[in-house]
């Protein structure tokens, strides 16, 4: 049966797919942009592409062209009587200021080495096999810790840990801690720098990160309070007065049996803290920008990543609270509450 189009409605989605397609080339060049520095020499103020070029050491009739899509983009802003390119302070405040809680170029980073393995998560659809974190290449690992220390350098500290019954207080006056999954380190290197008294383990299955993350600390200065070692999350050794997972339960293969682990590694009036992707229960409830973001980095690397590994479960970056909570209650823990959300998180605290 021959469908009928609707002129309108074809017009309007051919819009979308031409913003789509340029928003796809536009985060490699932002990305590029990050890398070279531009962003960081636009900051100071209106410069010409000749400006700019001579500025950051690259080749004008390059910076000409990433200036004139960037400023179709939105990004900067173009004068057409001076013919300079300036970043307005709000994209600066975004792109440039690295103390921002929204400092995102990680996103662009990450989104941009995604592509490279894009063949593999493919075959992936075909076969029903996954790809490992691991075999992605660095531009995921250090995009991904840039797109979250903002996150957690904003909220960590001043309120999510806060809002966890009686733990400021242990922290405060010494206490054990394990972060679980820790990458590159960026939590478990803000926590300590905050609370000189307790001691910190990071773990990762990751060698690379747990290196990385070996050098951030020293870099720190928190060696003398952390640790990182490579295990994985049902087999790292210890009791903790506090165990954390930021954003990373989604990306296990077998979530209940880490969330055992951790209920066992747990000292008797211990806590979790469970920092996951934002979303609600129901797929209705992430169509917006931020679930858009979350599915499609889910499909290329949270889901892969899970189904690589033993079990399978593959909870996705958009599980939902009702989903994680079962996971976390199968576990065996008896209580589960939500303590506090941001934009890009929701933050829950189990207890046994």
Not at 48 to 55: F, G, H, K, N, S
Not at 208 to 234: I, N, P
Not at 308 to 318: N, S
């Amino acid at each position: 049966m021959e469908r009928t189009i609707d002129g309108a409605r074809l017009e309007e989605f051919l819009g979308l797919v031409v913003q789509e397609v340029g928003a796809a080339y536009n985060a490699v060049l932002t990305a590029i942009g990050d890398e070279l520095g531009l962003y960081d020499a636009l900051a100071a103020g209106p410069l010409t592409p000749q400006e700019l070029a001579c500025r950051t050491g690259t080749a004008e009739r390059y910076i000409r062209e990433w200036l004139s899509a960037q400023a179709a983009s939105g990004f900067v802003r173009y004068d057409t009587t001076a013919q300079t390119f300036e970043l307005p302070p709000e994209q600066a405040h975004v792109l440039a200021d690295r103390t921002s809680p929204v400092y995102l170029p990680g996103l662009f980073q990450a989104a941009k080495a995604v592509f490279a393995i894009a063949p593999r998560i493919a075959d992936g659809f075909r076969t029903g096999k996954g790809v490992g974190w691991h075999e992605h290449g660095r531009g995921l690992f250090e995009g991904t810790e840039r797109f979250f220390r903002a996150g957690y350098r904003a909220n960590l500290v001043p309120a999510w840990i806060p809002a966890l019954d009686g733990i400021e207080a242990k922290l405060r006056a010494g206490a054990q801690v394990a972060d679980v999954g820790c990458g590159y380190g960026a939590s478990t290197i803000i926590m300590a720098a905050a609370y000189p008294n307790s001691t910190f383990v990071g773990v990762d299955y990751h060698p690379a990160s747990v290196e990385a993350a070996r050098r951030r600390a020293a870099e720190a200065h928190v060696s003398d309070r952390v640790r990182f070692e490579v295990a994985s999350a049902v087999d790292y050794a210890g009791t903790y007065d506090l165990v954390a997972c930021f954003d990373c339960l989604h990306d296990m293969g077998d979530p209940v049996a880490a969330a055992r682990h951790v209920l066992e590694s747990l000292a008797p009036d211990g806590a979790w803290m469970i920092v996951e992707p934002r979303a609600g229960d129901r797929i209705e409830d992430n169509l917006h920008p931020v679930g858009r973001l979350y599915y499609a980095a889910s499909t290329m690397i949270c889901t892969p990543a899970a189904l690589a590994q033993d079990g399978g479960t593959a909870l996705g970056a958009q599980a939902g609270r009702a989903r994680l909570e079962e996971v976390i209650r199968t576990a065996g823990f008896t209580a589960v509450r939500e303590v506090a959300v941001t934009p890009f998180n929701v933050v829950l605290e189990a207890r046994p």
